[in-house]
């Protein structure tokens, strides 16, 4: 069956602007989880969904960063105002439930100028 | 706070002999679990291999083996026959459950090990 996907797959955007990074997880699959990754690091954790409730954003930086998932299915991160420290690998993970492994998708690369 | 220490930045192997990566955990959990994921140059993130640390037998999957040492707090991985495939950034994951919240679990990672497997 379909992975995770991650559209878009390249995002190139300008400080200041708003940027929405959207997560399709594996059909079925109750939990969501969205990461960053910096070049040369692990991915860290972002935020946390169950179904459509999104049960722990501690790991967002801070509150220009937020996300949905309005329906249970697809999630959206979006960053506002962004900023050159905001560029990363920004990677969204699906399991069938909490506490399954997590699937992760193919990642939204974005550079900040 | 649980952390995940990935002590080899870089390792390398010649095709068709045994490599093993090592990985250190700190927890104060009596079960979890543990997983292995590779990063190729694509950078994809793809499973590898997962230990329930209740299971006192360690996991197998294929060419890919783990050493579980509960009481080390120590999850290494061996890859035997390796492959031009597997040269591949590894990276060892813990993952964490809180109850706070209704409930919530990340994975947390260590910073890495970058294999290169020599022809």
């Known amino acids: 069956g379909a992975g995770v996907s991650q559209s878009p797959r390249y995002k190139v955007t300008k400080r200041g602007q708003d940027v929405a990074l959207r997560c399709d997880p594996i059909?079925?699959?109750?939990?969501l989880y969205w990461y960053r990754q910096a070049l040369g690091q692990g991915p860290e954790f972002l935020t946390y969904?169950?179904?459509?409730?999104?049960?722990?954003k501690s790991g967002l930086p801070n509150d220009r960063f937020s996300a949905e998932r309005p329906e249970g299915s697809i999630s959206t991160l979006t960053i506002q105002r962004t900023e050159q420290r905001d560029s990363a690998m920004y990677r969204c993970?699906?399991?069938?439930?909490?506490?399954?492994?997590?699937?992760f998708g193919p990642g939204t690369r974005l550079l900040v100028l | 706070a649980q952390t995940v220490t990935q002590s080899q930045p870089e390792m390398s192997v010649q095709e068709a002999e045994t490599v093993t990566l090592s990985c250190t955990y700190d927890t104060s959990e009596s079960d979890y679990y543990l997983f292995w994921y590779k990063q190729p140059p694509s950078r994809q993130m793809i499973l590898v291999i997962r230990?329930?640390?209740?299971?006192?037998q360690n996991a197998t999957e294929n060419r890919f083996s783990v050493n579980f040492q509960k009481a080390a707090k120590s999850f290494s991985l061996k890859i035997s026959d390796s492959q031009l495939g597997d040269a591949a950034m590894y990276f060892c994951?813990?993952?964490?459950?809180?109850?706070?919240?209704?409930?919530?679990?990340?994975?947390?990672f260590g910073k890495g090990t970058k294999l290169t497997v020599n022809p």
């Open positions: 993970a699906s399991s069938l439930y909490g506490g399954e492994t997590q699937y």
């Open positions: 230990q329930e640390a209740y299971k006192q």
């Open positions: 994951a813990y993952r964490l459950y809180t109850l706070t919240q209704g409930g919530s679990e990340k994975l947390v």
């Open positions: 969904f169950n179904y459509e409730a999104q049960q722990d």
């Open positions: 059909s079925g699959h109750v939990s």
